[in-house]
């Protein structure tokens, strides 16, 4: 894993924040988070200090250079373990033209290389998030389980 090119600092920090935001988390309701160039460089150490490898593809928009969509995964220090989808966001304002999946197969095209003794992807959608999960379903992702999550709230 390399840093974040500086170009995209910021807008990989937008769009991060806005898994905070967009994801549906049934009614645990998570707080807004805050993510800037201090944070986004926070993230990557800790990935490359736990020997993990990281790779995150990206949907740029030409027109403003912006980032609108991402997809990350993540394998553990162990090259034969299990990898892990995680966050995939497209920005609202540009949904609706398959750049969700475009980015995940993107990823898992060249994922082949980079993890190439890693068997298997696992990734985990709340129940409620059907254009998620159709995009996992049409790639070809199985349920294998199920589980539940409660928040207590501390007063
Ligand atoms: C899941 C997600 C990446 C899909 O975005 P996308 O790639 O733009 O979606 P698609 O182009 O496949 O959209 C297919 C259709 O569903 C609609 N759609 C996409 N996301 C939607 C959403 N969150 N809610 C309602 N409708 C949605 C699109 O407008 C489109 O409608 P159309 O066929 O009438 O044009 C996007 O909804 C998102 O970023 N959600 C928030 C983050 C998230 O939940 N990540 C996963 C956490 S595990």
Known sequence: MLPTPPEHVEGYAWVK????????????????????AARVALHDKRYLDGGQTVQVT?????ESG?????NELVLPSDPTAVSSQEDTLVLKE?????????????????????????????????EEN???????????????????????VLV
């Open 17 to 36: 924040s806005r898994m905070s935001t967009d994801a549906p988390a049934a009614a645990l309701e998570f707080d807004e988070e805050t993510w800037d």
């Open 58 to 62: 990206a949907a740029v928009h030409e």
């Open 66 to 70: 912006t980032v609108v969509a991402f």
């Open 94 to 126: 540009h949904r609706g033209h398959r750049l969700g999946m475009l980015v995940k197969c993107a990823g898992i095209r060249s994922w082949r290389e980079v993890a190439p003794q890693s068997p298997k992807i696992i990734t985990y959608n709340a």
């Open 130 to 152: 059907r254009p998620m999960l159709d995009i996992n379903e049409a790639i070809g992702f199985e349920p294998v389980t199920y589980e539940g999550a409660w928040k207590k």
